[in-house]
């Protein structure tokens, strides 16, 4: 009896969902006004392989179409998006984006992420952080496609 080899996937070849946590590590009693810049883990956190600046893989791209949190934070802040270090008009308060919210915020066009193209996510605290530092993690909703 032969063994069957089954091939590796090595692209996308349709439109799937994918899940990125972005993790910020918020330090006790930071000030208001602190920007922080989030850990990204684009392939789950099981293997540890975190980015502060995600490059998008060629010959794939993805389109940012959602994001929560699971419960509300301790310390509210806004988040930004970075683009190949260009903000993106898309920002939200961490209080407006909590998943139980039957009125949370939702993007209003999806952020594109082209192939090649940097991705990064900051955090601005507009309160003092608790005097206990603490992780803040965001997820983000992203559809995937061939570029």
Do not use: C
């Not at 909590?98 to 940097?118: C, H, M, Y």
Request: glycine share 8%.
């Amino acid at each position: 009896m032969a063994n069957v080899v089954q091939p590796e996937q090595v692209g996308q070849i349709g439109t799937g969902d994918k899940i990125f946590l972005v993790t910020f590590s918020v330090p006790a009693s930071a000030a208001s006004g602190t920007t922080l810049t989030g850990s990204l883990y684009p392939y789950g956190i099981d293997d540890g392989t975190n980015f502060t600046a995600f490059q998008v893989p060629s010959g794939i791209k993805y389109s940012m179409v959602d994001l929560y949190v699971n419960a509300a934070p301790s310390t509210d802040g806004q988040l930004s998006f970075y683009l190949n270090g260009n903000k993106q008009g898309e920002n939200f308060f961490l209080s407006s984006i909590v998943v139980g919210n039957t009125s949370r915020s939702k993007p209003s066009q999806p952020i594109i992420l082209a192939e090649g193209a940097t991705f990064t996510v900051k955090l601005t605290l507009n309160a003092a952080a608790p005097s206990t530092a603490y992780t803040q993690n965001v997820i983000l909703h992203f559809l995937a496609t061939p570029a």
